[in-house]
């Protein structure tokens, strides 16, 4: 399986979770499209949304993916409670928003700390989310193995001499560069 351990059963305590105003708390995926947690069996009936790249035209890290997430979940009735009165309305069947102001700075407004991003990728997920204020979880369960791998790798590449490193990128025809998280942890 390529889940994390306890995963269902952590959706499942979150699932049962109130927020303040009684409402359960929304459970969302934000995926670049190579998964739909919808699809998987035990997954299926925690997530209150999905949005993917393939919908929104950008994947993550671009921040358009995280803000119509928001824009998507923040335009339902139920929150209501966090819009100030003369920036919103309710359709015709009162379940859904009709804001005059669903801008990026609006948006991105409402974001802050009503929002925990939970991701794999650094880069990706924490680096991305927390550009927009959300609170993030990073879950390294799923990356540790390839963590490891690289930093045994870079000890032996590490001994090569700058005249090798630049024949070696120069023959490529892809260059890969990896940006770690031990440029953002201290």
Known sequence: S???????????????IKAANGNYV???AI?????????????SGYFDFVVNAEQVGVAKPDRRIYLEAARQKFSQAQFADL????????DAD???IVSSSWSVDFVE????????????????DIV?????????IWVKELVQGKIQTIEHSSVAKNSRTVQDLVKEVSQSTVVEMQVGAEDYLA
């Open 109 to 124: 407004n409402l974001i802050g700390s009503w929002w925990v991003h939970i991701g794999d990728d650094f880069v990706k």
């Open 26 to 28: 929304k459970i969302g």
């Open 128 to 136: 991305a989310a927390k550009s927009l204020n959300m609170r993030t």
């Open 31 to 43: 995926t670049d499209g190579n998964s739909n947690p919808e699809l998987v069996e035990c997954l």
């Open 2 to 16: 390529h889940l994390a351990n306890n995963v269902a059963e952590t959706l499942a305590a979150l699932s049962e």
């Open 83 to 90: 819009l100030p009165n003369n920036e919103m309305t309710l």
């Open 94 to 96: 009162n379940n859904k």
